[in-house]
């Protein structure tokens, strides 16, 4: 079984300040990692995804992600966070040995960039 | 493209009764599938579809059903509603499995009273 673990429920962020928000997964085979972003009212949009290759993965909006295997984390991090970035991001793993290529999320963080 | 869209946006219905969310996307995806999302417990997959006429159960499939008898379209059906399905549904869809990320649609907001 998959699964992924977010450990903090809200980051709380200074604009201008770096911001990184963990995940953390277990799969029995090689993971596929992906990062959503949820704004108020609004369905899931896409960030970026780790499939293969390089541990470090650029995505939208100047996001970035690094892949570490030894530590099975995928955290999520941004240089320099703007009050914009304020949003709800999910962690997502996919086993790739799994046929039916099912997607599990975490449960979400809660992102708050004051100016 | 419209992509992924859901209808309605919002429903209110009582106990009992039976309704059918719609999800349809127009970018011939071969994936599709059905989340509920609560506060804090993220997503989780209620039902998915990896073509026209086939099928499987989720994490929570339980009074829910759903059918895909076209590539298109991927509707929900609560078959009679209990306050604990009183949730915010997300419909997404993807190109294939393994690799691909999903597009979500806008959700619907369930309340069952």
């Known amino acids: 079984a998959q699964s992924v673990a977010q450990p903090e429920d809200q980051v709380n962020v200074a604009e201008g300040n770096p911001l990184t928000v963990k995940c953390t997964y277990s799969?029995?085979?090689?993971?596929?990692l992906f990062w959503y972003v949820q704004y108020p009212n609004r369905g899931l949009q896409f960030l970026l995804k780790y499939i293969t290759g390089d541990n470090l993965v650029k995505g939208s909006y100047g996001f970035e992600a690094e892949f570490n295997k030894s530590q099975t984390s995928f955290h999520l991090k941004k240089p320099s966070a703007l009050v914009s970035d304020s949003a709800l991001y999910f962690c997502a793993v996919r086993d790739a040995t799994d046929s039916w290529g099912k997607l599990q999320f975490g449960a979400g963080t809660q992102v708050v960039v004051t100016p | 493209n419209a992509g992924v869209t859901q209808t309605p946006k919002f429903q209110v219905l009582k106990t009992g009764q039976s309704m059918t969310l719609q999800c349809a996307q127009d970018m011939n995806h071969e994936y599709m599938s059905w989340y509920r999302q609560d506060p804090g417990m993220g997503l989780r997959l209620i039902h998915y579809s990896v073509g026209a006429g086939i099928t499987d159960q989720g994490e929570v499939p339980n009074g829910y059903n759903v059918s895909r008898s076209t590539t298109e379209d991927f509707p929900l059906r609560l078959l009679s509603a209990a306050p604990s399905q009183t949730s915010v549904y997300f419909c997404?869809?993807?190109?294939?499995?393994?690799?691909?990320?999903?597009?979500f649609g806008p959700g619907t907001r369930l309340t069952v009273t």
């Open positions: 799969v029995s085979g090689n993971p596929y």
């Open positions: 997404a869809s993807s190109y294939g499995r393994g690799s691909y990320e999903q597009y």
